[in-house]
T-cell receptor
Framework: KAGVTQTPRYLIKTRGQQVTLSCSPI?????VSWYQQTPGQGLQFLFE???????NKGNFPGRFSGRQFSNSRSEMNVSTLELGDSALYLC??????????FGPGTRLLVL | SQQGEEDPQALSIQEGENATMNCSYK?????LQWYRQNSGRGLVHLIL?????REKHSGRLRVTLDTSKKSSSLLITASRAADTASYFC????????????FGKGTLLTVNP
């Protein structure tokens, strides 16, 4: 069974730009979660999607958004990038028992 | 906000020794999971223990959960240099809540 894939793996953007990250979950999983990891704040929950609906949302500004498609693939978007958005963005594919399997992450650097 | 707190923050041991990491959390939970992360890469799932379980084993890993003390421990036996990584505990509150709340992690260094 293929694992969780995330694209791109690395990204460099400048302040004010926007970025879209993609995640393909494990086949058969309908729930996808997104997390941000920074040295200062650690791992923080962004949002979770199940069958194209956002079920849970973390404490992030509205510049952070996401969506899920009918094939369970998910995207997250960050608009008007700030320096503090530099982070490792992790996607997790969730099974019905609550286990979350993470992808390799997208490392975003905002200059 | 961080739910869990791992202890110690850093641990350095020799190959062959056992490594024990602890995790404390604040609110009631449904599941507690342990993850490993190598050098800022993705998280590797190690083990999940449910709130009604007290102990679980997987290979060289042993996890305990004490819900009365809101704490968990991860024991890695016969450590290898390849076990060098950061280890995180993460909790969820169950139901349709797939939000994991992570601790700050323990950096384990296993010296050859």
């Amino acid at each position: 069974k293929a694992g969780v894939t995330q694209t791109p793996r690395y990204l460099i953007k400048t302040r004010g730009q926007q970025v879209t990250l993609s995640c393909s979950p494990i086949s058969g999983h309908r729930s996808v979660s997104w997390y941000q990891q920074t040295p200062g704040q650690g791992l923080q929950f962004l949002f979770e999607y199940f069958s194209e609906t956002q079920r849970n949302k973390g404490n992030f500004p509205g510049r952070f958004s996401g969506r899920q498609f009918s094939n369970s693939r998910s995207e997250m978007n960050v608009s008007t990038l700030e320096l503090g958005d530099s982070a490792l963005y992790l996607c997790a594919s969730n099974d019905l028992g609550g286990t979350q399997y993470f992808g390799p992450g997208t490392r975003l650097l905002v200059l | 906000s961080q739910q869990g707190e791992e202890d110690p923050q850093a641990l350095s041991i020799q190959e062959g020794e056992n490594a024990t990491m602890n995790c404390s959390y604040k609110t009631s939970i449904n599941n507690l999971q342990w993850y490993r992360q190598n050098s800022g890469r993705g998280l590797v799932h190690l083990i999940l223990i449910r709130s009604n379980e007290r102990e679980k084993h997987s290979g060289r890993l042993r996890v305990t959960l004490d819900t009365s003390k809101k704490s968990s421990s991860l024991l890695i036996t016969a450590s290898r240099a390849a076990d060098t990584a950061s280890y995180f505990c993460a909790t969820d509150r169950g139901g349709s809540n797939y939000k994991l709340t992570f601790g700050k992690g323990t950096l384990l260094t296993v010296n050859p």
